[in-house]
């Protein structure tokens, strides 16, 4: 009886095509790491998010994600291939799921998490004025922008008391090259009735530092966007090691 009792409870925690190790089941039958989620879980409640690693972190995300498996593992793997946390959350769904333990459906929701966290960080900006939130411009963009692996540039639209309207995409280009066009960023300026504008591009080879080129194009943007009372207030590079401020280096 207690045998196919056994076989039943492997057979229940089979999920998405993964069938759980004899090793990870107790002498009951029953996963090992179900006790850690519920200390893991109870943990967070008493004392919130300090003090946890990110692998910590990345677990109980996953266990919304992977209900059937010891996350632990999944997650450790992820920041080792990714690098972090934010390299997790900004990797392409195909690479997610390339991981072992992911899957398709699990790499999806994970980048669902990320979405509606960057939607908060948006929001959260959209709500202050740009100027006097530079640590905020920073962490949105890098959540969004340092892991991409070809290179974007975005530029975030201020009203007269330099708060966002719009935040857009205008260019994708290569790994180390962007198309950028400044009729077409002044005009969608004008459109959107925007007074000033923050520009922001990648460098997905981990250097933030601004290249001639990058400093050139910035220079012309500047020019054809101030005789229609437009202000550049900066342009800032993300980078996997960080980032660098035009206006910070007095390029601009």
């Known amino acids: 009886m207690a045998g196919a009792q056994n076989k039943h409870i ?17 002498p009951a039958g029953i996963p090992r790491y179900t006790g850690h989620r519920d200390r893991l879980r109870a943990r967070f409640r008493k004392s919130g998010p300090d003090g946890f690693a990110e692998y910590e972190l990345l677990e109980l995300l996953l266990y919304r994600f992977v209900p059937r498996r010891d996350t632990k593992p999944i997650a450790r793997a992820l920041l080792a291939k990714f690098g972090s946390l ?39 900006m959209s709500e202050k004025t740009i100027l006097g ?4 411009v920073i962490d949105y963009c890098t959540a969004l922008m340092a892991h991409e692996t070809v290179e974007q540039f975005r530029m975030l639209f201020l009203d007269k008391k330099n708060r966002l309207i719009e935040d857009e995409v205008q260019q994708q280009g290569t790994i180390n090259h ?21 520009l922001v591009h990648n460098h997905p080879s981990g250097d933030p530092s601004p ?36 206006k910070g280096m007095k390029l601009i």
């Not at 690479?95 to 980048?111: E, I, N």
């Not at 939130?133 to 905020?136: G, I, V």
């Not at 009729?183 to 000033?196: G, I």
């Open 133 to 136: 939130s530079e640590a905020s």
């Open 86 to 124: 934010a390299g997790v959350l900004g990797a392409k769904v195909n690479d997610l799921a390339k991981v072992s333990g992911m899957g398709a459906s699990s790499a999806l929701d994970l980048k669902v998490a990320a979405a509606v966290n960057g939607r908060i960080l948006k929001q959260q």
């Open 178 to 198: 962007t198309p950028v066009y400044p009729r077409e960023v002044v005009k969608r300026a004008l459109e959107l009735n925007a007074t000033a504008l923050v």
């Open 211 to 246: 290249s001639v080129a990058d400093i050139e194009m910035t220079r012309v943007i500047i020019d054809a966007a101030l005789p229609l009372g437009i202000i550049v207030h900066d342009h800032i590079i993300i980078a996997k090691d960080g980032h660098a401020s035009m």
């Open 10 to 26: 492997k057979s229940a925690i089979k999920g998405d095509g993964f069938a759980e190790p004899d090793e990870h089941l107790g």
